[in-house]
């Protein structure tokens, strides 16, 4: 089990140019878990798909509806308190740290691209790059 985040979900779900890394990821480990959060950052960064980019609804709605059964239900509240500690530590956003926060709550490391959840918890987050080779 790891944590993703919506960019690693995109990735495999929309087949954009890191399509080929996030599938390794998936084939080493198909389970992935994350705050309910995801879903609506996900559904946003649809959206810029859509208004932006002409991606057509159904497409998009095609993109979901995968995005859902990769993750098959598997979505946990985190603590508040949890978030906001990580937070003000890290000067990460938020919403980042509910992946943090997930992660270090399961003991399982969160699979990202982002630089800067990289950098500030090195021990919980791992770069897709990493985690394909280890695996």
Known sequence: MIIVDPSLIACLAIRNESAELAGEVFAAEPIWVAPVLW???????????????????????????????????????????????????????????EYVALAQELGVPLVTADRQILKAFPKTAVSLEKFAQKK
């Open 39 to 97: 879903r609506s950052e996900f559904r946003q960064a649809l959206v810029k798909y859509v208004q932006r980019d002409g991606m057509k609804l159904d497409e998009a709605m095609r993109v979901l509806q995968l995005a859902e059964e990769i993750m098959g239900g598997r979505e946990y509240q985190v603590s508040s308190e949890r978030v906001l500690e990580l937070a003000a530590r890290s000067k990460c956003t938020g919403y980042d740290c």
